[in-house]
Nanobody, 125 residues
């Protein structure tokens, strides 16, 4: 499956952005999905994950209550709504898919097989 992330940009602290990841080349509903981010000089880290059906979600503590992951299997997309953005949210954001058929998302980078190219999010103070 191929993944294409979009929606990044420059926003002031307290603002919102909505990232979207479009999937192609596979039956999207059979892939659990995740969002990760990588800030300059730091390792890639987990942000959010969602199960194949969308009923189970997981978030890193630092974004709980501010970010929401969702998916529309009919449109082959998974989105990340980001509210109350902070400068520390600045990073390149990546969407990722787990191997075909696994039901749940995961916070582990190594559990994902397919990765998008990333989209830059910059939050100014």
């Amino acid at each position: 499956v191929q993944l294409q992330a979009s929606g990044g940009g420059l926003v002031q602290a307290g603002g919102s952005l909505r990232l979207s990841c479009a999937a192609s080349g596979g039956v999207f509903s059979f892939y659990a999905m995740g969002w990760f981010r990588q800030a300059p000089g730091k390792e890639r880290e987990f942000v959010a994950a969602i199960s194949r059906g969308g009923g189970t979600t997981d978030y890193v503590d630092s974004v709980k209550g501010r970010f929401t992951i969702s998916r529309e299997n009919a449109k082959n997309t998974v989105d990340l709504q980001m509210n109350s953005l902070k400068p520390e949210d600045t990073a390149v954001y990546y969407c990722a898919a787990r191997p075909y058929g696994l039901a749940l998302g995961s916070p582990r980078i190594d559990d994902y097989r397919y990765w998008g190219q990333g989209t830059q999010v910059t939050v100014s103070s």
